[in-house]
């Protein structure tokens, strides 16, 4: 027969949850938990910081579960724990509700609004649900000390990070770096992989792509043609990347838009992206201008290696590189999966392009400020440069302007007027925007420090076979 348990049918679990609360309080059982093993070996815990400017949900409940199972287990095991809160006063997303809720931007700090009175603003929003999150540590019997917590808005905290990154730097462990970044122009501010991957980041939008023209440096009508969704990187390309072992073709045709006589060289595998084989019958001498079947005549193949330091002219000529550029140099990560099997690279703006470049000693093009700091051709608004004089001031995204055309067309019009846009067209993909401000993300490049932790690799690896991972495969 089955094992029966009573049943207690007056059981009132909301009121037993409150008499257990308030005996805890009565009887003070968290102080005295710790000070009652006073001498025993220590624990300590530093919870990860919530931040108080957002209301806490479910997920909160049930981490802040899992961390009290850890204490108390560590308690009854005989330990003194400490359990320190914490709250995260991080800077950039309180600053942005901020000037939501006053309808400001960063420029009116100083002018509408005063530092003061901003920062103060700051302070208020972003502990503007603390008595809610007090609330519910108590209720759900959470141990942790909210009397003394560590702020990082505090001076003393603050301290504390800068005496760490001088003992970094006292190792020798802290560098200055230059890479390029997920970038927001809207919110001023780089973005981590963290921020770049969470749901809805990335999102379908229709951009105006170009295949570029590229004249083979000495040629009269000879053109590399390389493909791209970012028209307004294309003032700053330096270098174009092949794959050594595709195969390309040199093909004898005519422009679309100047019906000017051309060859082009693309990858062998992507003709039938821009050659019909409806016109593969005619013969070259029969085109008329205007000809909606273009004819098109194979006249050499050859491997991406054997176009490898071949040069070419400058395509939008508006700031001269200081080094070796305009040359074609090969990329392990160019394919035949669209595009034309050749890869525009613009150092300043895509990590392939800045590591290729970096390997093949292409140089950026860069220009200098008023205070004599180097940049590129997009300033940190995502503005074109005064340098470029076409579209100086002009944003390079959408981020709320109005204009009469995106610069994308602009560009794409200017070279289709100068024979050096093979193709332009409407291409939908995948973007990424920012989290904060819905504003299209920039690939930047950005002086940041950095952690040599490869100067300690070794000792980390070590390090971490010391930690009881659960499962086994997070560590």
Not at 376 to 385: E, Y
Request: charged share 25%; with cysteine; proline share 6%.
């Amino acid at each position: 027969m089955a094992k029966r348990y009573p049943e207690y049918k007056q059981l009132s679990l909301p009121e037993v949850d409150q008499e257990v609360l308030g005996w805890w309080e009565a009887e003070d059982a968290f102080s005295r938990s710790i000070t009652a093993r006073e001498g025993s070996p220590s624990f300590t815990f530093y919870e990860g910081p919530p931040s108080a400017n957002g209301k806490p949900g479910i997920h909160h409940a049930i981490a802040r579960t899992i961390k009290d199972l850890f204490c108390r287990y560590k308690t009854l095991k005989g330990y003194q724990v400490k359990r320190k809160g914490g709250w995260d006063t991080h800077g950039l997303p309180v600053e942005l509700q901020v000037e939501k809720r006053l309808g400001i931007t960063k420029e009116d700090i100083g002018t509408k609004i005063s530092v003061k009175e901003y920062n103060a603003a700051c302070r208020h929003d972003v502990l503007m649900y603390k008595d809610l999150w007090d609330d519910l540590t108590r209720k759900l019997g959470y141990w942790v000390d909210l009397d003394h917590p560590y702020i990082t808005f505090e001076n003393n905290y603050i301290e504390s990070v800068w005496h760490l990154l001088k003992r970094l730097w006292d190792k020798d462990l802290l560098y200055k770096g230059f890479t390029i970044q997920p970038y927001s122009p809207a919110a001023g501010t780089g973005l981590s992989s963290h921020e770049l991957n969470q749901p809805g980041t990335y999102r379908d939008i229709k951009d105006t792509s170009i295949t570029a023209q590229f004249k083979l440096q000495g040629s009269k009508d000879e053109y590399f043609l390389a493909w791209t969704t970012t028209p307004w990187t294309l003032p700053s390309n330096t270098a174009l990347a092949v794959g050594a072992h595709i195969t390309y073709v040199k093909v004898r045709t005519f422009n679309p838009y100047t019906y000017l006589p051309v060859t082009v060289i693309l990858a062998k595998d992507l003709m039938g992206k821009y050659f019909s084989e409806k016109a593969a019958g005619i013969a070259l001498s029969d085109y008329q201008p205007g000809d909606k079947l273009i004819p098109y005549e194979v006249i050499a193949e050859l491997k991406g290696s054997d176009l490898v330091g071949l040069r070419y002219e400058q395509l939008m000529p508006y700031v001269q590189p200081e080094g070796d550029a305009f040359r074609v140099v090969p990329g392990d990560f160019v394919s035949t999966e669209d595009g034309t099997g050749i890869v525009h690279i613009a150092p300043t703006f895509g990590a392939d392009d800045f590591n290729v470049a970096r390997i093949h000693n292409i140089p950026p093009l860069l220009v200098t400020d008023a205070d004599g700091n180097a940049g590129p051709l997009v300033d940190r608004q995502g503005r074109f440069v005064a340098e470029v004089s076409d579209y100086a001031g002009r944003y390079v995204k959408d981020y709320g302007q109005v204009e009469e055309r995106p610069v994308d067309v602009d560009i794409a019009i200017k070279l289709k007027e100068e024979n050096k846009a093979f193709r332009v067209e409407k291409y939908e993909h995948s973007y990424p925007h920012c989290w904060r401000t819905d504003r299209p993300v920039l690939y930047y490049p950005l002086d940041s420090w950095f952690i040599r932790t490869t100067a300690v690799k070794d000792k980390l690896i070590a390090k971490n076979q010391e930690i009881n991972w659960k499962p086994a495969s997070t560590g």
